[in-house]
């Protein structure tokens, strides 16, 4: 069971590029989310879902877009990259369903972006 | 809205021994749940443990286990029986009832264990 994969593990871009990260979760889970990780701290919402079709705002969104066309796979745009936007990214996904994983939510191996 | 705070950046303890990492936070919802996850070198983010709010017994897994007071707001994380596995950042986090089941994390506490 792979769980939630996240590609690439690791980039670098140029100021001003743009990119998507990739993920994919097989678990059937109905949320995503998308948090970014900065040295030394902890992570912080960037945008999340509640299903196919629907998106919102967390609480560092500007720079970033996402789309999600089906349950599996949530991913996180990047446009015109900027140096504050070095950090690495987490994706994860939960279940409102009952069960041992209710409201757990469960991470991808993360990417580490950074922007020169 | 919630915030999380954890007051240690780092913490160091013998091997073998038992450490406390102390997590507070603010919220004025009555039904919550707060998790500790681990984040080891490998960045991967591990789930070690979970509390209801609603449920006033302390949740525990193995040699973990938390002292959850409500009324301080207050979720703490012992560690018994430290093991060379168990350095790394720890991080507590608060997730609010139904909804979209989004975390608030802490800014994390490194633990070290010295053999």
């Known amino acids: 069971n792979a769980g939630v994969t996240q590609t690439p593990k690791f980039r670098i871009l140029k100021i001003g590029q743009s990119m998507t990260l990739q993920c994919t979760q097989d678990m059937n889970h109905n949320y995503m989310y998308w948090y970014r990780q900065d040295p030394g701290m902890g992570l912080k919402l960037i945008y999340y879902s509640v299903g196919a079709g629907i998106t919102d705002k967390g609480e560092v969104p500007n720079g970033y877009n996402v789309s999600r066309s089906t349950t599996e796979d949530f991913p996180l745009r990047l446009e015109l990259a900027a140096p504050s936007q070095t950090s690495v990214y987490f994706c994860?996904?939960?279940?409102?369903?009952?069960?041992?994983?209710?409201?757990?939510?469960?991470f991808g191996a993360g990417t580490r972006l950074s922007v020169l | 809205a919630q915030t999380v705070t954890q007051s240690q950046p780092e913490m160091s303890v013998q091997e073998a021994e038992t450490v406390t990492l102390s997590c507070t936070y603010d919220?004025?919802?009555?039904?919550?749940?707060l998790f500790w996850y681990k984040q080891p070198p490998s960045r991967q983010m591990i789930l070690v443990i979970r509390q209801e709010a609603y449920k006033q017994q302390n949740a525990t897994e193995n040699r973990f286990s938390v002292n959850f007071q409500k009324a301080a707001k207050s979720f703490s994380l012992k560690i018994s029986d430290s093991q060379l596995g168990d350095a790394a950042m720890y991080f507590c986090a608060y997730m609010g009832w139904g909804g979209a089941q989004k975390l608030v994390f802490g800014q994390g506490t490194r633990l070290t264990i010295n053999p």
């Open positions: 994860a996904s939960s279940t409102y369903l009952g069960g041992q994983s209710k409201n757990i939510q469960y």
């Open positions: 919220t004025s919802e009555s039904d919550y749940y």
